[in-house]
């Protein structure tokens, strides 16, 4: 099992759909995990840190399952602008290591 | 509060030359993390370096590339003799000291070109 592991997508939906993203992650310790973003050829960029059983912000919440060891990322209100690769990142505890998903591409269509 | 600074935004090197990299990790942060991602593919790590140390080159290429983060100054990567295969972006990436539950903050990138 891949350490993180997300589906590559393309996840393609309408404007104003909800589109939800899963992340497993394999080590039972990992205390944090973070969303980032990341447009085409640009860098990533956060959007939401985990430390507990989820986060809002907005129109979008990421919800952490502890016992199924994956986070989700719903993003809600879907807009033209959404549209780019979310990236899974789990911090590996104790360690300085941050392993990053594959990341999985949305395409938000008018 | 400046963010992570990474120069040049674009290089473009002929074969065999050498490209050298710069990141300014953001204030308060001591540990650098370079990445590189080929077109359509995902970040790959490559070296964590603290300031004077080097932590973890585990994702480096053996020949060729480098890292250092000296005491005074930026973090730099190093590519010698540069082949087209080295063309991607770089990302450096930069946390703060001893905080591994602290999000990465990345810099705008290095896009290497290769020709």
């Known amino acids: 099992r891949k350490e993180v592991e997300q589906d590559p997508g393309p996840f393609n939906v309408p404007e104003g759909a909800t589109v939800a993203f899963n992340c497993t992650y394999s080590n039972s310790a990992s205390q944090s995990f973070f969303w980032y973003r990341q447009d085409c050829r640009k860098e990533p960029k956060l959007l939401m840190s985990?430390?507990?059983s989820g986060n809002e912000d907005g129109r979008f919440t990421a919800q952490l399952n502890r016992a199924s060891q994956y986070i989700s990322l719903l993003i809600r209100d879907s807009k033209l602008s959404d549209s780019a690769t979310y990236l899974c990142v789990v911090p590996t505890s104790g360690t300085y290591k941050y392993i990053f998903g594959t990341g999985t591409r949305l395409k938000v269509l008018a | 509060n400046a963010g992570v600074m990474q120069n040049p935004r674009h290089l473009v090197r002929r074969r065999g030359q050498e490209a050298r990299l710069r990141c300014s990790p953001m204030?308060?942060?001591?540990?650098v993390y370079w990445y590189r991602q080929l077109p359509e593919e995902g970040l790959k790590f490559m070296v964590y370096l603290q300031k004077e140390n080097i932590i973890d080159e585990s994702g480096m290429p053996k020949e060729r590339f480098s890292a250092e983060f000296p005491k005074e100054g930026p973090s730099i990567l190093r590519i010698q003799q540069v082949v087209r295969g080295d063309s991607a972006a770089y990302f450096c990436a930069s946390s703060p000291r001893d905080s591994y539950n602290s999000p990465l903050h990345f810099g705008n990138g290095t896009r290497l070109t290769v020709t």
């Open positions: 204030k308060g942060h001591s540990h």
């Open positions: 985990v430390y507990s």
